[in-house]
């Protein structure tokens, strides 16, 4: 843990990662805490019908029953399992059930559809998933194909003790799928240093974490890095209790009901959570500390939480493939408007130009090789995994500027979509869409929002004879929905007669980004709501 009381600076030039030879993170996350302190609470679970509170000890008698049947069912080291449940106690032990095995977990999100799940299990070669009822009814297509799932809650296990592997930082633990600007899905795989990785820099966003009487939440998913490594895995290596909670939609009254019946403290809200709070007027006084990353949330944004939550929110910045670089700290430097924060120790963060050296310009923002929450590698992907790096930095995709040492973001590099707190990557939408029989060629980008940052717009051209209408436009909607994902449909649809080309043929993104950036600054002006498709 980071000592508080220290300078920035003397953090930073006093920091070193302390990677031992031997390093599991099912014993970092549980193990170690079950051996020194069994009754302390790991897991206030109110996913359930009544709040139950899992100590160290029941978590690990959890994780070694699940891992003793993932062993008899023939899973051995480097294998891939992937978990596919809500937030709850049973997907905190799977996780490290896999790693006490010595094997690789797949996290999944529970609204991605048919389409989306198969790709990424076949992608990573998984043969089983854990999973709660819901995703046993969203694996049926894959299942279909010779995969095998498990419910844990179905199961008796025996859970006596079970020796965690040996492991160390550099073998693969964890494999979690990203989306890009172009083709499918990538997993980034991570070794099991990642949690160590991510410890200095949770630490600093939540004021350091770790102080008597912290409790943390998050309403974002635990499939995602955000919720998983952000949250759950370093709340439990720090000894902090974790609060697990269904919320099939995030609203205000929910959050505030988690917020009192678990007694939290500490929460990471994703920016479009801030935005719902506020539109709906709340204050949450008792918090010590809230932090909020996926993108930026101005000064205004800022403001308003120091009046909601009676503290600074601090910002921090990273990505899947290396999270948690970048943070702010209100109790040891103060905020600026506009900027992420401050190197996290332990993590060189830079702005560089075309050729890799930094620069004091705009440039790409930049992580130096060497940081443990960097990962391994695309998954099966050399090719893509050396051209994320640029000599010895890789490079996130993002442009930036370094102000003093505060990194300043000017925006992204790539067609990512962000919305909602969620990385879409267009392509995946797009494929999906070019499916359906009455579409001829389509383009997806990410249109200006002021609740979700960006929504996603599907420009479509129809094949010949077929009409635009609003049917239509819910159909195609419901179609991404079902196979993709319930959270990457697109919001809008416009009809053109053709869409903006190179003359290779290839979509030209920047040219509809900028029609949508005008069309959002038209409806802002005019307070009107578009109609969900129209034909040009």
Not at 118 to 131: E, F, P
Not at 142 to 153: I, Y
Not at 201 to 229: N, Y
């Amino acid at each position: 843990m980071l000592t508080r009381g220290q300078s920035y600076q003397s953090l930073v030039t006093g920091f070193c990662w302390n990677l031992p030879a031997r390093l599991n993170m099912a014993a970092q996350a549980c193990d170690t805490w079950a051996d020194r302190a069994p009754d302390r609470v790991a897991i206030i679970d109110l996913s359930g019908r009544a709040r139950v509170d899992l100590t160290y000890a029941r978590l690990r008698a959890m994780a070694d029953g699940l891992a003793r049947h993932l062993a008899g069912q023939g899973v051995r080291a480097g294998d891939r399992v992937a978990v596919l449940r809500p937030q709850g106690g049973w997907t905190a032990a799977a996780h490290l059930a896999i790693w006490k095995l010595g094997a690789i977990s797949v996290p999944l999100f529970t609204l991605f559809g048919d389409e989306a799940l198969s790709m990424r299990l076949s992608d990573a070669g998984v043969g089983l998933v854990i999973a709660d009822p819901a995703g046993c009814e969203a694996l049926k297509t894959w299942l279909a194909t010779g995969g095998a799932q498990l419910v844990p809650e179905d199961l008796t296990l025996d859970d006596s003790p079970w020796a965690t592997a040996t492991t160390g930082p550099e073998e693969p633990a964890v494999l979690i799928y990203t989306s890009g600007t172009t083709g499918a899905p990538k997993g980034a795989l991570h070794g099991h240093r990642v949690l160590t990785g991510h410890l200095p820099g949770v630490e600093l966003s939540h004021d350091f974490l770790g102080q008597p009487g912290d409790c943390l939440w998050t309403p974002a998913d635990w499939a995602w890095i955000g919720g998983l490594f952000d949250v759950l895995m370093p709340g439990l290596a720090l000894g902090v209790p974790v609060v697990a909670a269904r919320m099939a939609k995030f609203s205000a009254t929910g959050c505030l009901d988690v917020i009192r019946e678990g007694t939290v403290r500490n929460v990471f809200f994703p920016p479009t959570a801030l935005r719902m709070l506020r539109a709906a007027g709340v204050r949450i006084p008792g918090l010590r500390s809230v932090a909020s990353g996926g993108e930026p949330l101005g000064p205004e944004m800022l403001a308003w939480g120091r009046e909601a939550f009676g503290l600074t929110v601090n910002e921090f910045y990273g990505q899947t493939e290396c999270n948690m670089v970048a943070s702010s700290c209100a109790t040891l430097f103060a905020t600026r408007p506009g900027c992420l924060g401050r190197a996290v120790p332990g993590h060189e963060v830079a702005v560089i130009d075309a050729t890799g050296a930094p620069t004091a310009d705009e440039g790409d923002i930049a992580v130096r090789r060497g940081s443990a929450s960097m990962m391994l590698g695309y998954w099966n992907r050399p090719g893509a995994t050396a051209e994320k790096f640029r000599g010895d930095w890789l490079v996130t995709g993002d442009r930036g500027i370094l102000d003093g040492q505060d990194l300043r973001f000017i925006g992204r590099d790539d067609d990512v979509i962000t919305s909602s707190g969620y990385r879409i990557g267009p392509a995946e939408i797009e494929d999906c869409l070019l499916r359906h029989p009455a579409v001829a060629t389509v383009g997806v980008i990410g249109k200006p929002d002021p609740l979700r940052t960006e929504l996603v717009k599907a420009y479509v051209v129809l094949k010949d004879g077929v009409p635009p209408t609003d049917a239509l436009a819910a159909e195609l909607q419901t179609f991404v929905a079902q196979r993709v994902a319930k959270h990457s449909y697109p919001r809008e649809i416009t009809f053109l007669d053709a869409l903006p080309m190179t003359v290779t043929g290839k979509v030209i993104r920047r040219d509809l980004r900028a029609r949508a950036t005008t069309e959002a600054t038209t409806e802002a002006t005019d307070n009107h709501t578009p109609a969900k498709e129209s034909r040009e």
